[in-house]
């Protein structure tokens, strides 16, 4: 922890927060003697050393002559690239029939593609249209956080062995979302091959926990208006619980003046790319809330460096359950973008 | 549904729409044939009527030629003031000794006062100073829900135990927050007397629900950037458990530039009292996170019209083990700000 | 300027940062040797003293090893409380035949009221309503900014003429915003008593620099998406003029989910009371932009600890050019608030 | 206008509202009669014809019985893309001895790279380096607005004549900023070729004007917190004033939680490439503020449609004397990044 003084504060005033750090067996080293510090506009610092806890962060903050108290911790000690030694992938191993799939550095861009809320009679020809286009992965919603009790909720267990069964037939792992920690096991039944944590439970950290122990694959979404250190300390919810498969997922903040419905947040792939070893998923869909944005947004997260895409299909927009005008509904169209993606994604590999 | 077109939209686009929205079922209106349209800046507004979901809504606004989309569903019913003739009152019974504890139009400014994480030796101290100088209910944390899985997560069972222990001797109901829907039935065992939903957990529906449903007085705070609309909303998760014990909490919420932890939405306390029925609580250490500006942050709640305040108080704030530095801890301080408070609420009784 | 570097980061890559800050001519002492940085958790954290100017704690922020630079710098001289020895005053003479105003830390609460534009017929009689319902200074836009040239843009040197011919009558001196610098001379030569710098020309330095030079009283008021940080430093430049007469405005800002015009940052009152010697007025009007919530909102400042309060009334608020809507146009209710908020003010004085 | 009333508003309440607009000589249609608006949930909305101003939308706000007004206002007139028959173009005729150089749909990417404050030594270099790598346009700030009157601002009058000696030497035209109304004659007098209006002037309407005004090619930069609907209807201050050349400069935004010095918005090219005729730059350097993330940045944004980015670069960036932190300094580096970015652009021309 450095604490920063305000210039024309009291010695005796420093010597009280001084006085408290010491009571909490920390070590404080004061920059004073320096010749710039004898001056009228003095500059007063303090390091401290030791088992630096939030608690003594916030305290400190509160004396009236401390002006700002920074941090001195590491990035979380699970996902920093440094650390890790490069960037990882996680791999889904597939055993339903298809290929396994990888994400990450190294790998080609993944695209995850299915209905936003599975429905009994779109899904599987859905996700069969977004196999025929090049997707790797089928995404859908079997249990639905909506801001409303009295909008759909989704079709719950019964949507999950629609998925499931849509699966065998497709032959693309699964990824869907989870909302309660009662129903995690439910996943494991029906073998789910991702389990998705959502933007309004990206703080539900009960819910981290459990997710993260099954040691399955998790699509980690941002929370709306995380800033990128609480995702990626939240982050470590899941990866304390020895799970090192867990993907990072962006899709659009809140934010004043936006145009989409929420503000795109896609530069974050290049400030997460350069922290962590994580692999980074941008969802189209999500974060423009347009269908006529989604080619061009995914353009941009390809060409800046992200390992997977994600976004909402459906062969019959006007029947999806939730978000239907958002999904991609031809496959003549599906089929370009993900194209140009894949060529934009290997033009770029490798800028740093 | 009212669909607003571009001027310059061509009459075959916006065809497409109202095709597309009797395919559903629904009627429109167009507003055609009115003298202002036939001019060169024409403009074209559909109202559209019948079941419309947010689905529709949202199809519609994918159209090239919509400009813009209005909802025109009601206030959520549940709290409208309107239609619930009034504002209404939470009585806490309060069967643990002392008096029954009322929040709302009508009743005194009421005041929760209490320790941020329940800890073995302060807790009790620093109720019954928050009793003593006037509180009216204790709160405490037993489970906190941290940003790092590395910080402290509380007491947990034995928080509540502790929490509940005081209050035999303190006299006064405590509120504590729920982070697990499998924790539910700890809270019921405890007998706590309030629940409180935190900012993280504002959108985890499946926690509304399951609080909810204990038909025990809730504690509801808004998250970090959700609109007063998606607070509503999400309120009727708990109201729809046939409970209408809920009181709403503002916090602060995530701004740009705030000076604060939080940038403070006291404002939206006048127009939460204008639209709901719902008794309305100012959390005043977590908005500024500044012992400082307690005091006077108090003051603004208490004359804006909050119908109950929130602190953070602790009679050793250096052994907090969250918090402390936002604690008050001064006990005549205390007395002096509550009496205040009080003063402010009474003299501004009755303002619209 | 302090430096934190990553956990896990070079040596030589803070070599590399050392570097090029003696090549600056400026001296680094570096936190080696501690103990606890032997471990493999190890912090590097630099001081770097001399001319620390801001191009080189951005280039340094650009070192990929550097994970975070903190400014060193003191609280802008001018318009520190601790520095100037307190709060201070700033009063206006008012020579047109009533009594001098004074804004600040032991006067009483001052009452900005009056139109939002200035119009021929209801200039006069609304500034009459205001000074017999209480008010001490009357507002006018003589010249308005509005966001879109097709707006109504004021009635320009007439309106200055207008508002002033009304000063004479009603006796308070008047407050009138200033859009360009070519317009300066003109408020001199009707001796407008207050030039106001609005939000959307907050960092308008050549504005800024032009109005300081007057010596005239100055209300300057936050930028929308202003922090605090950059509002005060700005309002240098007008101190900078040996203009000591600046007023500080807060009137809301730009913000995520808010349910106003714009999100109040009244909770500033009370930073910008702690940290600087400056008057500080609230906008009552152009914060909320509701009528409905100017008397809650009122109070919340007044209580809160503003020295000023500023807002649009109007005789006939159906008639007004701009914002007739947010006007406040009943004697009596505007006589009731007055009293309300100087009460208020009163009952809080000396609150810290 | 389009006026939704809460549900269970008093029928004479609505009657008011609607007096109100009939006395301002407007037109109302309602919404009554339906079938569904006989039920409990009854719905009522207004239609209002008629000259209908920002005064009475926002006057009608007030209504207590209103729940939302929507105003119907077509795209602002100048701007519109439909209206004005699909994209332009705006030419630089470079009489500088290069070039003319176009931006816009059709053209080739262009790219505007300089030193960010012009200074003696290495503006010359820069720019000659900028124009080896591919570079279509110098940028060179003479006038530099600074948060604090402390910081450098700029060579003024000696900036232009360094910068526009250099264009001499380098053959490429030069944009650079205005910060007064009373400048604009100095920039004519060494005929600078593009006149950028920055983000903190986005709203000073007067210099929107004066700039618009000479005829000249401006680069306008949306305002730091500005909506799209804000930036485009301010943008027409400038084509107002029969200046077709307008370009519009995307740069970022203030954001909560963005790891860059400002949140990038980028999206919001699509947006506005599908709403206006404009071409479209985005500046890589100010919204990132970070070298590391420019090439990536670069890289979405032509990706993404823009028709140019503008960018830092620097010889020395040690000496630079505003942001060399993240200015681009190596040739082989820029003339990459230049190669990749009209690579991508080539590859996505065409897609909506």
Known sequence: MIIQYYVGSAQEQREEVRAKIREWGLRVRSSTGEKEESSDTQIHV????????????????????????????????????????????????????????????????????????????????????????????????????????????????????????????????????????RDVDLFMKYDVDMLQIGTRNAQNFELLIEVGRTGKPVLYKRGFSNSIDEFVRAANYIMEQDNDNLVLCLRGVKGIGSSFRNQGDMDEIVYLAQLTDRPIVYDLSHSSGKKSAVFRIGNMAAAGGADGLLLDVHVSPQHALVDGFQAVDSEEELTRMIAMWRQLHELTVGIP
């Open 46 to 181: 303090d390091n401290v050393f030791g088992n630096v806890k939030d608690a003594h962060r916030r305290e400190v903050e509160t004396f009236d002559c401390v002006k700002a108290v920074i941090s001195i911790e590491g990035v979380p000690q699970n996902l920093s690239r440094v650390r890790r030694g490069g960037r990882h992938t996680v791999t889904l191993p597939n055993p339903h029939g298809g290929k396994p799939v990888t994400l990450g550095e190294g790998a080609p861009l993944a695209i995850i593609a299915g209905v936003c809320a599975v429905d009994r009679d779109h899904t599987l020809p859905s996700h069969q249209m977004a196999k025929r286009s090049g997707a790797d992965l089928n995404r859908g919603g079997a249990f639905k956080p909506r801001t409303s009790p009295y909008d759909f909720q989704g079709l719950k267990e019964d949507g999950l062995k629609v998925l499931c069964e849509a699966r065998e037939a497709v032959g693309l792992p699964v990824v869907s979302e989870v909302l309660d920690v």
